[in-house]
């Protein structure tokens, strides 16, 4: 079922079994888990069915430390929530890179905060597989043999470091169009837009919470009451609204222990490397690491990644490894007519230059004289890296929030040791040279927000217990990749949307 928080009346107070608010990968993951269950299921959305620009005022804020792009910039507000951003070509669509964590990713690393998951890898996987299906991907594979072939075989690696991996691909419509119509179309959930929820009422000091307080667009407030209440906002607002409710400073919802905006972590990319290969004859040796249908119909990327022991030995962080193409330069003496020729294919809508797509040429030797290796980054969780309320507020007088994140020099030493490590093991594997840029510090910029609402199983080093419940209260659990406990390199949406699930299960055993 629909409603429409603009024609709700000042006053008004909903009801539900279970009361989601967001309706990005998480929340919509969640409420499509209860169709045609016993429960009646409220989820509530600040934004609209459509993309509308003057709702994303609401996602403001300021970022301190290093250079960032942005939080209105990195989030959505609509239905489908932030999946409207994904820029990622799958097919004549645009989509997103989906990986799970690594299982060494569940024991936690890092020296500023004890970061192991309650659970490890091999508990998630069901969820993992069940999430594949959900996100319009192939089977649960990730290695590279598991989907080269005679036609795009991996590279030779041979040694002990490398290894091929993959990413898969999967279109956003699923969550911004198709999940969203049979949440509409149900008897038993109801999907509620244009519901900003500006903070949640508790009961017995904070140990139940009772309501969820509501604002639409024109500034009428109302209000629901719940059984069971679940945030499911993204990394930045999941830490907002428990920081807005229950009290100030640690008074507020599961802060007793000021571990609310805590450990926030992007996934930084870095540019410094660049493989130069032996022989051009390279380029169509990886067409493999170029997104591509497998036989199956999959779309798949090979990746580079090391090894876990490479990994352990040096303490390195994750990792992944994408080749880009390089476009020859201009002045090279066949650079300007393979250039032409390039931009001619790039005319023709037969190659996007230099991102994924690259292989579709003809003649990939020609255009690209190296690869770029961009490498994702795992980031350690830091307390000091956090999400706080600001003093200005936003346009419906909720305090806007203050992101302080920084790159540290402990970060950046990690960063340089596995540059090292990887261009010897690449140069080891005779495929060319590596050229490093040093001294140059990653692009913070991958828009994965991850880590404020942390799951821990002690309440003293976490918000969230193993349930995902917040620590100290009976009715509250908060889902996404805010509850992270570490975020690998990971392209988190898989991941979020088989935490969800998780969270399905456990609230139908406990209803
Ligand atoms: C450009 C870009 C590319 C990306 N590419 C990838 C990729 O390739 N692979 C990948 O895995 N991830 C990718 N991501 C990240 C991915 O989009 C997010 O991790 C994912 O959307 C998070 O899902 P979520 O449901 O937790 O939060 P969101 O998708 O952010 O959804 C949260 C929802 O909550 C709503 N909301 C917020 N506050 C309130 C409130 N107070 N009341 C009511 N509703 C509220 C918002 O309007 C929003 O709809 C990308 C992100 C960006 C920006």
């Given at each position: 079922?629909e409603?429409?928080?603009r024609?709700?009346?000042?006053?008004?107070?909903l009801?539900?079994d279970?009361?989601?608010?967001?309706?990005?990968?998480?929340?919509?993951?969640?409420?499509?888990?209860f169709?045609g269950?016993?429960?009646?299921?409220?989820?509530?959305?600040s934004g609209?069915?459509?993309?509308?620009?003057?709702?994303?005022?609401?996602?403001?804020g300021?970022?301190?430390?290093?250079?960032y792009?942005g939080?209105r910039?990195t989030?959505?507000?609509?239905?489908?929530?932030?999946?409207s951003l994904?820029?990622?070509?799958?097919?004549?669509e645009l989509?997103?890179?989906y990986?799970?964590?690594?299982?060494?990713?569940?024991?936690?690393?890092g020296?500023f905060a004890d970061?192991?998951?309650p659970?490890?890898?091999s508990h998630l996987?069901?969820?993992?597989r069940?999430?594949?299906?959900l996100?319009?991907?192939?089977?649960?594979?990730y290695?590279?043999?598991?989907?080269?072939?005679?036609?795009?075989?991996?590279?030779?690696?041979?040694g002990?470091h490398?290894?091929?991996r993959?990413?898969?691909?999967?279109?956003?419509?699923?969550f911004?169009?198709?999940?969203?119509?049979?949440?509409?179309?149900?008897?038993?959930?109801?999907?509620?837009?244009?519901?900003?929820?500006?903070?949640?009422?508790?009961?017995?000091?904070?140990?139940?919470?009772?309501?969820?307080?509501?604002?639409?667009?024109s500034?009428?407030?109302?209000?629901?009451a719940?059984?069971?209440f679940?945030?499911?906002t993204?990394?930045?607002e999941?830490a907002?609204?428990?920081?807005?409710?229950?009290?100030?400073?640690?008074?507020?919802?599961?802060?007793?222990?000021?571990w609310?905006g805590?450990c926030?972590?992007?996934?930084?990319?870095?540019y410094?490397?660049?493989?130069?290969?032996?022989s051009?004859?390279?380029?169509?040796?990886?067409?493999?690491?170029?997104?591509?249908p497998?036989?199956?119909?999959?779309i798949?990327?090979?990746r580079?990644a090391?090894?876990?022991?490479?990994?352990r030995?040096?303490?390195?962080p994750?990792?992944?490894?994408?080749?880009l193409?390089?476009?020859k330069?201009?002045t090279?003496p066949?650079?300007?007519?393979?250039?032409f020729?390039?931009?001619?294919?790039?005319f023709?809508?037969?190659?996007?230059?230099?991102?994924?797509?690259?292989?579709r040429?003809?003649d990939?030797?020609?255009?690209?004289?190296?690869f770029?290796?961009?490498v994702n980054l795992?980031?350690q969780p830091?307390?000091?890296?956090?999400?706080?309320?600001?003093?200005e507020r936003d346009s419906?007088?909720?305090p806007?929030v203050?992101v302080?994140?920084?790159?540290?020099?402990?970060e950046?030493?990690?960063?340089?040791?596995?540059?090292?490590?990887?261009?010897?093991?690449?140069?080891?594997?005779?495929l060319g040279q590596v050229e490093?840029?040093?001294?140059?510090?990653?692009?913070?910029?991958?828009?994965?927000?991850?880590?404020?609402?942390?799951?821990h199983?002690?309440?003293r080093?976490?918000?969230?217990d193993?349930?995902?419940?917040?620590h100290g209260?009976?009715?509250?659990?908060?889902?996404?990749?805010?509850?992270?406990?570490?975020?690998?390199?990971a392209?988190?949406?898989?991941?979020i949307v088989a935490?969800a699930?998780?969270?399905?299960d456990?609230l139908?055993?406990?209803?």
């Open positions: 079922m409603l429409d928080a024609r709700i009346l000042e006053g008004t107070a009801e539900a279970i009361c989601i608010v967001g309706a990005g990968p998480a929340g919509i993951t969640l409420a499509r888990e169709i269950h016993k429960a009646d299921v409220l989820i509530l959305e609209g069915l459509e993309p509308e620009e003057h709702i994303q005022q609401l996602n403001e300021t970022v301190m430390g290093d250079p792009a939080l910039q989030r959505y507000r609509r239905v489908g929530g932030t999946v994904w820029n990622t070509p799958v097919g004549n989509g997103a890179k990986v799970p964590l690594d299982p060494w990713d569940f024991e936690g690393w020296e970061s192991r998951w659970f490890d890898y996987e069901p969820f993992y069940r999430a594949q299906a996100c319009g991907l192939g089977p649960f594979a290695a590279g043999s598991d989907w080269s072939d005679g036609e795009r075989p991996c590279l030779a690696l041979e002990e490398l290894t091929t993959v990413y898969q691909f999967g279109v956003g419509h699923l911004t169009q198709s999940y969203p119509r049979e949440l509409r179309r149900s008897d038993n959930v109801y999907l509620c837009h244009h519901a900003t929820v500006c903070a949640l009422e508790t009961q017995d000091g904070v140990r139940r919470v009772v309501g969820a307080k509501l604002v639409g667009p500034g009428r407030r109302f209000r629901v719940a059984a069971i679940v945030l499911a993204g990394a930045i999941n907002r609204l428990l920081l807005l409710s229950g009290g100030e400073g640690l008074d507020a919802l599961g802060n007793r222990h000021g609310v805590r926030f972590m992007e996934h930084p990319r870095d410094a490397l660049t493989l130069i290969p032996r051009p004859e390279l380029f169509s040796k990886a067409v493999f690491y170029d997104a591509h497998a036989r199956d119909g999959t798949v990327g090979g580079l090391l090894h876990e022991r490479a990994i030995t040096a303490r390195l994750n990792a992944s490894i994408t080749l193409p390089r476009l330069m201009r090279s066949d650079g300007m007519v393979d250039r020729l390039a931009r001619l294919h790039q023709a809508g037969r190659q996007p230059r230099t991102g994924y797509g690259w292989s040429i003809r990939v030797s020609r255009p690209f004289d190296a770029q290796l961009l795992e980031q830091n307390p000091e890296n956090r999400v706080l309320l600001a003093q419906l007088d909720i806007k203050e302080h994140w920084r790159w540290r020099e402990e950046q030493a990690g960063l340089e040791r596995f540059r090292s490590v990887l261009a010897s093991s690449l140069e080891a594997t005779g490093v840029r040093t001294g140059l510090r990653p692009d913070p910029n991958a828009h994965h927000h991850a880590g404020t609402t942390r799951m199983g002690d309440p080093c976490g918000v969230v193993a349930d995902s419940r917040v209260t009976d009715n509250l659990y908060v889902t996404g990749a805010s509850v992270f406990s570490t975020s690998g390199f392209n988190p949406t898989l991941t935490l699930l998780r969270l399905a456990h139908k055993r406990r209803i």
